[in-house]
């Protein structure tokens, strides 16, 4: 059975950081991009980052380019989210998601992504 399971989520101020870290387990996805999503009620869930298999290759969403960085580590089959400055707006629950193809590509839209982890809370207070 495939799982994500993400970790590192919390209550913290505005300008803090925090690591979320989400670790796979069933199989691996170091052939395959990974991302972070997020999402508010009442909204869509949206692209934050994401990494192609080997770290080489990476984007964001404007709303957080140059404060979040995403990283991976395939040995243990993990990816991170490294959040600074955060800001009020950063507030929402995160996921992680891994394409099950293998492939050199990065992906924006959740469509793409076949495994998702239940989320972390992310409450940023200003």
């Given amino acids: 059975q495939v799982q994500l399971v993400e970790s590192g989520g919390g209550l913290v101020q505005a300008g803090d950081s925090l690591r979320l870290s989400c670790v796979a387990s069933g199989r691996t996805f170091s052939s395959s991009a990974m991302g972070w999503f997020r999402q508010t009620p009442g909204k869509e869930r949206e692209f934050v980052a994401v990494i192609n298999w080997s770290g080489a290759s990476t984007s964001y969403a404007d709303s957080v380019k140059g404060r979040f960085t995403i990283s991976r580590d395939n040995a ?3 990816v991170y989210l490294q959040m600074n400055s955060l800001k009020p707006e950063d507030t929402a629950v995160y996921y992680c ?4 193809a293998p492939g050199t590509s990065v992906y924006y839209t959740r469509y ?3 495994y ?4 972390t809370q992310v409450t ?3």
């Fill in 124 to 126: 940023v207070s200003s």
């Fill in 112 to 114: 793409f992504y076949d």
């Fill in 76 to 78: 243990k089959n993990t």
């Fill in 116 to 119: 998702w982890g239940p989320g």
């Fill in 97 to 100: 998601a891994a394409r099950a």
